[in-house]
Structures are given as C-alpha cells and as structure tokens.
C-alpha cells in the first residue's frame, strides 16, 4: 500500500468513527483524561549526525582538489544507490514474512496491552485492514497524528519503530516483556529504551548517507566550476583585469588606512566578467565569470551600496583554500557604477537610509548602536562603545542575529492572526517578512540560517504539525550547504548553528531538571549559559579568553533586544511616508539600546572581566570537555559525571597561569610598555614617568591613539618616533600629541610616501622633524622611570633603495627604511623593529653584532642582546630572519594587528619561528592591548581581552 492509499484510508476510517465531532444534545461527553505530570522533553536528533557529518565532510573537502571531491561525492552516491538497494529488498522481505495489519500501531494502547501476554502467545489484531484505535484519545489535531502512524506502519514494515510523537521511542514487544518479567523491576508507565539492532544502525547509516552524499556531490561540481572559472587562472597569473559585478554587501571600513592615507574599505563582489590581455597588444578579451571577489579599495569604493553593478581596473592575487572568494583585488581608482541596482536593493537602501535619519537625534551610542542591531549597519557605531561591548561579550548585538528574524518572524503572526487572517495568510505573510528582512539586512550566514529555519517553521503550521527544532535546525544546515558549501568554514555560520543547537536542546532539558524552581528566572538564564557553552570552544579559536561577565551582561540586555528590534524595523518602514513618526518610534527604540550601551559601558569597567585561556584546538578541546561536563550533570545528574569536575576544573584554573598571563579592563599602574589595540598598525607606548612615555609610531587611527595613551594615563611625551611614513604607522600621531606636550619628533631619512611626511612634519614642534641618518641614544623622564634609548637608522643601501622606489612608494622598499629603536627601562630592554624586511633585518643584525654601543657616552648604551620585548616587524608577516630574533633572544614579542586584516596577519610562519627562538607571542586582534609589567626577573603581561 503506498502512502497516498494509507493517508486516504485512514481518512475514511477517522470520519466514519466520528472524528474529532462535537458532543450532541443530551449525548455525555467522554471524561478528560487526567493530566500526565510533565515527562522528560525527548527532542528528535535522527537527522542531526547526518547534518553534523554532511557539515564536517564538506568543511575538510573544501581544501581537497576539485577532482578528489567530486570523485568522492560519486562513491557516496553510489554507496546511497546500494543502500537503498538492499533496504527495498529488506522490505519485500519482511512484507512477505508478515503483512503490515498482523501488528498493533507503535505506541498505540492496543499496543501498550500486549505487555502481559504469555510468552510466544499470538493474538491477531481486531481489525481487518489498518484502522484507528477507537480508544486513541480524540483531540483537535488528531487526525494527522492517526494518518502518519498509519501511512508509516502501512510503507515501512521493519523493525526500526518510529515511537509516540512526543518522541518516546517505544520497544518492540518481546523485547519489552523480557524486561519486564525481570524481578524487583520497576519502570514508569510508557519508558522504553529502544532495542539497537542491526536494522536500526543500518536505518541510520542509510539516513546519513541519504544526507551527506548529495552535500558532497554538489561540492565536487562547485568546486570544478570554480576551478574552470577565468578568474582562477588570472589570479594565479596575478594578472591585471577589468572587473564588472554586483556588489553583494555592504562595504566594510576597516581599521587599517591605504598608503594614500584613506580608511581602506572591503567590498565583496559577485562577478559577471572580466576583461584579460593587454590593449597594446590588440589581445584583450571579455570572459564570463561567476566567481566572488574581494576589493581593497579607499575613497569612493566606501559609498557604494548593496545591488550595485560596478566596473573597475585592478590587480589579482589568489586567496587561500577554503575561502568562498577566488581571488584579492587592489584597485588604484574608484568604481564605475553600471547599474544602480534592482529595485529591492534600492528599496531596502532607503529603509536603511531612512532609519539612519530617524536615529539621527539619538544619544550617540544609541545613534550608532539601533541600526547596527536591527540591519546590521555600523557606520556610526561608536569605537568606544564597539570596544566596551566586545569586552562584555555583547558584539552579537552590533549585527544581525538569529534572533531578530524569529522575533520578527513571531510578531508578523501573531499580528495577522489577531487581524483574522488564516493560517496560509500567515504564513505567507511570515515568508514574506522574513524574505524582506533578509534584503533589508543583507544575506548574512546568521540571517540565512535562521530564514531557512522560519520558513520550515511556517511550512510544519500549515500542515498542523507541532514544531521540532532538531530536524528543522538539521535540514536548514544540509540544505545551506547544499546552496553554498563555503557556508560550511564560515564561523559566523558556525556560531549561529551551535547557538540556536544549544537552545533547542539544552534549555528544554535544563528547564525539566529544575522544574521545581521558578520557570522565568530560570528560562532568562538558560538561554546566554546555552548559547556561551556550546559556542565559546569556536569563539576561543578566535579570541582565546573566557568571558566572566558575558553571561551577566546577556542576562540584562537581551530584555531589550525585542523591543529595539521591533521599534527600528518599525521606525524604517514609517520613514517612507511619516519621517516625524518614524523619528518618534526610534526614540523608543533608542531607550532600549541606550540601555544595552550602558550595560556594555560596566561590564567593560569590571576589573579582570575576562579569564585567559589556552588557545588553539588544545584550549577549545578542554572548554568543550568542561561544558559536556556541567551540561551531563544538569542533564543526567550521575554521580560518575562529577568525578570528572575536578580534574577539569583544576585544569583550567592551572593551565592559563602556565604563562605569564593576567587579565584586565586596562594597563595596571605599574605598566612598562604598552602595545595599543589601533587596528592594523603599530603603536608602542614605553613608560617615562607616572604620567609620561616614549612614544614609537601612532598607528593609523589618531582616535584610537588618544585612547591608548589616555587610557595608559601618558599625559606628556617626551619622546615620538615614527619609524617610517606608511599610514598604518604615522596617521594616528594627531591624536597621540593631542595635549601631551612639545616632544622631539624622530623620522626615517627617506620621506616617502610625501603626503603622510608633510602631515607628520606639520605636526611636529615647530613643524620641524629630525631625520635619523646616523646612531642616537639618550635618555628620557627622570627617576626611577628614565628610559635609556638609542636609534639605529636604516643601511645606506636601504635608503639609496627607498629614494630610488618614489613613484612606489608602497613596497617593501620603504618597509626597509625604518629606524630601529632599543630601548631600557627598569632594567627591560625593549626592541621596536618597525616594519625592517628581511634584507634590512640581516643588515640590522650586523650592524648590532659589531657595535654595542653608537655614542661615546657609556652611560647611555642600551644592550642589544638577550631583550626582554620585541615589537615584531611588520605586523609578524611572514618575512622574517630567525638569527636576528635568535640574537636578540626576547621573553615576549608584542604584534599590533587588526582583527579584519586580510594579509593573513601574523603569519603561521612568524609565531611558529617565535616558539623555535622561545618568545611568547601577544597579539592585539585577539588579545586587545598588552601591557608588560614587572622586572627583568618577574615579567608578566596583562591583556585587555
């Protein structure tokens, strides 16, 4: 019988017993069963190790040659054929052996009344053909309970037995009687532990198979299309091209600034073709491409807008294996807009635009922060505020989340059905909504995840099926990656799909556990525990620090999330026909985010907020063993589970003081040097004095200069060294000198690139700079802070290079002439390398070996051997010479690199030869600003993160 004839018979059968009919006149109506006590929730995670192994399967493949993949992808295709081979054939087997009418229906009464019957006993089932039970309980809805336990008892005769639908999995009978008959057994009515038996492994293995295998094939062929593309070989080539795409985000400013001096801003584009070959030559082409690609760009490449169709020249480089662009593009121009774009992507940028003028009136950090969390725009994010909320662990709320869709996703239904429309109006408008908002806030990973997983949602109401997140939450990974398998290295996708796993499994557990205890306050705090334990041994691979006060910061401010979210979708829509009311429901929203900014503000202020943590898949590893530890005793509450408390817990308070780690919101008092968090750059602050430094480079931001330097308490510099006029080095120096004194300003000899050294001279005192063409040293402050110092300058090659290198002056050539500066304060010596390539840093290393000292004055020499602190040149690219860091043997190295640097900053390569040379490694991007504290004898370092 197929599944149609079930579902039709089973129809008949429930209408001609009545149905779920009204009561009569002066019929008595059925007492209602007694309410059960709440049982244990039982959620489905049949579908959940296919989607797991689908997702690790393409993450892995995704680095394989194309062809391995789609060879690959075949055989488990072929696999997936045989297995339904042989699972068809267990079916004729077992239909033959015995007809689907000779058994009661899974988890029915008439089943359940079997359990005393003799061994070997048969009793033939009361009705003639698959029917209903006439003592199942009749309730709205009943119907397509009775019609999925008949079509799938009448298509599936195996034994692998789907259970009751509140997901109790029901044993087969013998099974159950043996059980049962053992003495002094006792068993709660209805719990059974399913029997495993070779049909049920090989039921799972067919599923996830049925799951993985066209995941992987799909890979194979995007993989091989991406391959074929043109794009490919001219990135390989490095080649220069004309580009014309679509842009398909918004650009995003990043923190370093271009050689011109201009914020530098990431565009990603969706290509349509490109143009190759030379127009001298008469040989340029116009190929098609469907390739991604990512722009480096400044100027005008920061206003452009999503949906826009642009065409620019640019020079290809290759990205690495695994990213879901083809190639990097460094433009020189601005971009030909082509095309403004299609009218949903105008449509969605008035919106955008709309809120921002509607927000316009707010406090500044609920101006910048309301559109960042309802469309995920930061462009007047505050960096301060920015900051405070990434130390408090709520940056999730400066983008769009999960969240905002099912709270959209919810009011959007509730809000037509109180309007009486139907259960498909609903729906549809549901879809709609969640379509629109996925335009309006830009197809993030987050965003696509949880649309998918609404309108699968929307999908089970229109059938009356009760919801079951697990199976939606694995069918929305399978089918994400089938769309885009690049999806599967994506760690923003990643965190949104542990998080809402964590919520739909963990929080209904740990909910009956403590059901004795008020629901609300224990709801509010499952839901940031759930999310932190199932997410933080991902987020530890990016930043390796444990947040102390995430989950007291999450437990005030997602009260205001809803309301913020729903004010500025509101606010946006009403911009188009009532600016003044849209203006008035933003600031509604803005006493919500207004809210959220301050809680980031103290949980900012909280001293050792964040607790270090070993880094790499080693500290992930021992997170993730820690969580599956306290989420067992919550869940199971067995005794051999606590025996395993200690030792991990030991563990992580012993493991993190293995190295001289400490945490805090700022530098402590006692500070030495200071690595400032200015983004892609480079800013070294070396204490003088209780309020005064030595100053070596500003980074390319002057704001997140000042705030390093205020924020170190330097209120007077008595000393500024810029090693060389790149911008992510001297742009910053405004904000560095703001109110702190007249200092003498040092400089590279060669002044290129010309714009940043006339603003660096304009800014000195007296507008005079001092060029560095010999050896200096001296000394700076007073006390027990003077700090002895000395400057080698750069080799004569490298400065006839750099002269010779004006009309590009972005190479490495000018990398090479930057001044060296070793420095000693409190007995640390301190060397900053500035960005010195390896050509210079082998002339450094000479240079340092057969000197020890470039003054007369013995009192002033500063030893170049055996530092404790080295700045590491040029952000720890991978351009390095071991023997220099072997000759200079430091304890710490500090590198100041952005977090959204696409130079692959630090470079595998670097922190590796730091491990081999003994020095540890503190970076900024993931560890905020560093602090060096102590002696020669008792070093240590504080992070802000």
């Known amino acids: 019988m197929t599944r149609r004839a079930a579902l039709n018979e089973a129809a008949r059968t429930w209408f001609s017993r009545g149905g779920a009919r009204r009561t009569a006149p002066g019929e008595t109506r059925r ?11 039982r959620p489905d995670l049949r579908l959940l190790p296919g989607a797991a192994a689908a997702w690790l399967l393409t993450w892995g493949a995704l680095v394989l040659p194309a062809e391995v993949v789609l060879t690959l992808g075949g055989l488990l295709s072929i696999l997936l054929l045989l297995a339904l081979l042989l699972a068809l054939a267990h079916l004729r087997q077992q239909t033959r052996r015995r007809g689907p009418a000779d058994r009661a229906l899974p988890g029915s009464r008439l089943s359940r ?13 009361p009705l003639p053909s698959p029917g209903l039970d006439d003592r199942l309980p009749r309730r709205p809805g009943a119907l397509w309970a009775d019609l999925d336990r008949l079509a ?3 298509v599936a005769t195996t034994d692998l037995r789907a259970g009751r639908r509140r997901g109790r999995r029901v044993a087969l009978t013998s099974a159950r009687r043996r059980r049962e008959s053992r003495p002094g057994r006792r068993r709660s009515p209805g719990r059974y532990r399913a029997r495993t038996t070779p049909v049920t492994w090989g039921a799972g293995l067919l599923l996830a198979l ?3 295998a066209p995941v992987t094939a799909i890979t194979g062929v995007r993989m091989m299309h ?12 490095q080649s220069t091209v004309t580009f014309e795409g679509r842009v398909s985000g918004d650009p995003k400013k990043l923190t370093a600034t271009s050689f011109g001096g201009e914020p530098l801003v990431l565009v990603r584009l969706k290509l349509s073709r490109i143009e190759v070959g030379g127009k001298a ?6 190929l098609r491409s469907s390739a991604q690609l990512v722009v480096f760009g400044s100027g005008t490449w920061g206003d452009l807008v999503a949906g826009q169709r642009v065409r620019a020249p640019a020079k290809l480089k290759p990205t690495d294996p695994g990213k879901p662009e083809v190639a990097v593009a460094f433009v020189r121009s601005g971009p030909e807009i082509t095309h403004p774009g299609t009218w949903p992507w105008r449509f969605a940028e008035h919106l955008r635009e709309g809120l921002r003028e509607a927000c316009a009136g707010l406090p500044s950090d609920a101006r910048g922060l309301l ?3 309802v469309v995920g725009d930061t462009s007047n994010l505050d960096p301060d505020l920015a900051a405070d909320l990434q130390a408090g662990g709520l940056t999730h709320l400066t983008a769009v989340s999960g969240s905002n869709v099912a709270i959209l996703a919810a009011v959007t239904f509730v809000v037509i059905g109180a309007l009486r429309g139907g259960r ?13 908002f996925v335009v309006l806030a830009r197809p993030e990973p987050s965003v696509l995840r949880a649309s998918v997983m609404g309108v699968l949602a929307v999908s089970g109401v229109l059938v009356a099926r009760r919801s079951a997140g697990a199976p939606v939450l694995a069918a929305t990974v399978v089918i994400l990656l089938g769309v885009d398998p690049w999806l599967a290295r994506s760690f923003g996708f990643a965190l949104s799909v542990l998080a809402t796993a964590g919520l739909l499994l963990l929080v209904p557990i740990w909910l009956y556990r403590l059901r004795r205890w008020p629901q609300g306050p224990v709801l509010a705090l499952a839901v940031p525990v759930a999310a932190l334990v199932v997410t933080a041994p991902v987020t530890i691979l990016l930043d390796p620090v444990v947040s102390l006060v995430s989950i007291p910061a999450n437990l005030l401010a997602d009260a205001a999330v809803a309301p913020a979210t729903i004010a500025g979708v509101v606010a946006a829509a009403l911009s188009l026909v009532w600016p003044d009311g849209a203006t008035l429901v933003a600031w509604a929203g803005g006493l919500a985010t207004q809210w959220i900014a301050i809680v980031a503000h103290r949980a900012a202020d909280v001293p050792a907020g964040a607790l270090p943590w070993p880094d790499g898949p080693a500290g992930s590893a021992l997170f993730a063993a820690l969580s599956l530890v306290c989420a067992g005793l919550l869940v199971r509450g067995a005794w051999r589970t606590a025996l395993a408390t200690p030792v991990l817990v030991g563990a992580c308070l012993v493991l993190p003081r293995w190295v001289p780690v400490l945490p805090g919101g700022g530098p402590p008092s006692d500070w030495l040097v200071v690595q400032c968090e200015v983004g892609q750059g480079s800013a070294t602050a070396i204490r003088s004095g209780p309020d005064r430094a030595v100053l070596v480079d500003a980074g390319p931001d002057p704001q997140l200069a000042d705030r390093c330097l205020r924020r170190a308490g330097v209120h007077h510099l008595d000393l500024v060294l810029v090693t060389h006029f790149h911008a992510d080095h001297a742009d910053g120096l405004a904000g560095a000198l703001d109110g702190r004194g007249a200092p003498p300003v040092y400089v590279s000899p060669v002044a290129l690139p010309g714009t940043q050294a006339r603003e660096v001279a304009a800014l000195a005192p007296g507008s005079r700079t001092l060029p560095v063409t010999g050896g200096i040293s001296g000394t700076a402050g007073t006390g027990d802070w003077q700090v002895r110092w000395r400057l080698v300058p750069p080799s004569a090659s490298a400065v006839r290079a750099g002269l010779a290198a004006g009309r590009d002056p972005e190479g490495e050539e000018i990398n090479n002439v930057s001044v060296v500066m070793l420095a000693e304060v409190r007995g640390v010596r301190v060397a900053a390398l500035g960005d010195v390539e390896p050509d210079a840093q082998r002339a450094l290393l000479r240079t340092l070996t057969t000197e020890t000292t470039s003054t007369a004055d013995p009192a002033s020499a500063v030893s170049s051997q055996d530092v404790d602190v080295v700045v590491l040149s040029h952000h720890g690219s991978a351009k390095q010479e071991e023997r220099l860091y072997r000759f200079l043997h430091p304890r710490v190295a500090l590198i100041g690199v952005g977090a959204d640097n696409d130079y692959g900053h630090p470079a595998p390569a670097a922190l590796s030869m730091l491990q081999r040379v003994g020095a540890r490694a503190f970076r900024t991007d993931t560890q905020g600003q560093i602090a060096v504290v102590g002696g020669p004898r008792d070093l240590r370092v504080v992070t802000s993160k």
């Open 281 to 286: 030559s008469g040989a340029r082409r116009t």
């Open 210 to 212: 049925a799951l993985t």
């Open 226 to 237: 991406r391959q074929q593309d043109p794009l490919t070989a001219a990135a390989a080539r």
């Open 371 to 373: 559109p960042a969390l």
């Open 424 to 436: 498909r109006t609903q729906a549809a408008g549901t879809v709609l909504v969640i379509a629109g």
């Open 113 to 125: 009344s079997r359990r005393g019957r003799v061994p070997g006993e048969r009793r033939p089932h």
């Open 152 to 154: 799938a008892r009448a």
């Open 31 to 41: 007492p209602a069963r007694p309410q059960r006590p709440a049982s244990r929730p």
